[in-house]
């Protein structure tokens, strides 16, 4: 069961600015990839499901924060159905994020009061998503999208949180744009956890990539206040 309440994955997203996001098969790297963003100051982590036997590896994954980072607050992503939303929740996920506004993924994450975080791409979406229950939904992918649209949309509704993914990068510049558009807090996979020119992955370089967005994030914040 999920050790974070909804209202507090939503607050920790909202001070964190960033959710990480990644999968990996190997556990022990899952377990360095999960050092490295935790050292470099991140309280929350989305695992993807998007490989054979996932769950399991996400099993592993959560009794291992859960003993060595109990602050650590831990969702899955890419689900896709209320089946696999319900077998990740019995497994400890404090939020689901879904690629597409599903019904039955909002009715078993809102039996429990687990945070769920659906993928939009239009505004009826987002209103229907929102009337199901949903606190922060997800833009993906939002390089399409771009900044504009969360500007666009907020217009008319300032009330809705919005997660871009996709598109979004550590540096300033990128930040910027998306937190002066309005983003809630922004996703981010592949530009966060990096690889050396070997293949492998840099996990000092991840924790630093990962400290610096984390403080361009604050800075930009108490800029545009």
């Known amino acids: 069961m999920a050790k974070f309440t909804r209202i ?7 001070e ?3 959710v990480p996001l990644y999968y990996n098969a190997d556990i022990e790297v899952a377990k360095k990839l999960l050092d490295a ?3 470099g100051g991140a309280r929350l982590l989305e695992f ?6 996932a769950h399991e590896i996400f099993a592993q994954l959560y009794k291992y924060a859960a003993q060595n980072m109990p602050d650590m607050i831990l969702g899955v992503g890419s689900v896709t159905d209320g089946g696999t939303a319900s077998l990740y929740m019995q497994l400890g996920a404090n939020f689901i994020v879904t690629p597409v506004l599903r019904e039955d993924i909002a009715v ?3 039996r429990k009061k687990v945070l769920w975080s659906p993928g939009c791409g239009s505004l009826t979406e987002i209103t229907k998503a929102e009337e199901l ?8 992918p939002g390089s399409i999208y771009g900044p504009a649209f969360i500007k666009n949309v907020k217009a008319p509704q300032p009330w809705t949180n919005i997660m871009p993914t996709g598109g979004v990068s550590p540096d300033y510049k990128n930040l910027e744009g998306w937190i002066q558009a309005g983003a809630y807090c ?3 996979g592949s530009k966060l956890f990096v690889k050396d020119e070997n293949g492998h992955f840099d996990y000092e370089k991840t924790q630093q990539i990962t400290k610096e967005a984390l403080e361009n994030i ?7 206040a």
């Open 16 to 18: 964190q600015g960033m």
């Open 37 to 39: 963003i935790y050292a």
């Open 218 to 224: 604050q800075k930009i914040r108490k800029r545009i």
């Open 186 to 188: 922004v996703g981010m």
């Open 8 to 14: 507090e994955v939503a607050q920790k997203m909202k």
């Open 133 to 140: 229950g949903c606190e922060i939904v997800k833009l993906f």
């Open 48 to 53: 993807t499901n998007r490989g054979d036997y």
């Open 108 to 110: 078993v994450c809102n």
